[in-house]
């Protein structure tokens, strides 16, 4: 049974960076593809980034394009979302995820069947 635990989250100011981190145990990372969503109080769960299992294709939602980054580091089975010039529309808990099967990326929640506990990322002046 795959497990995914997120860590990285924290309270930061406008403009800076984060890396927000999705730990595997139980099972390979890359055997999956992997997303991250955030979600904020009575909002739906949303895509943010996604990378494929299969040749590492990335994915990015239309407001985050060329400020974040999705990245595996299979050594440490794990993978990373890389997030710059943060704004506060960010703010967000953040949550990993991976499918039963690969390799593609899906877009909506109900298709995930693994999930970390989330990590809050703050982005306040």
């Known amino acids: 049974q795959l497990q995914l635990v997120e860590s990285g989250g924290d309270l930061v100011q406008p403009g800076v960076s984060l890396r927000l981190s999705c730990a595997g145990s139980g099972n390979t990372l890359d055997n999956y593809p992997i997303a991250w969503f955030r979600q904020n109080p009575g909002k739906d769960r949303e895509l943010v980034s996604c990378i494929t299992s299969n040749d590492d294709t990335t994915y990015y939602e239309d407001s985050v394009q060329d400020r974040f980054t999705i990245s595996r580091d299979n050594a440490k089975n794990t993978v990373y979302l890389q997030m710059n010039s943060l704004k506060p529309e960010d703010t967000a808990v953040y949550y990993c995820?991976?499918?039963?099967?690969?390799?593609?990326?899906?877009?909506?929640?109900?298709?995930?069947?693994?999930w970390g506990q989330g990590t809050q990322v703050t982005v306040s002046s």
């Open positions: 995820a991976a499918p039963k099967m690969g390799p593609y990326c899906f877009k909506l929640p109900y298709e995930y069947d693994y």
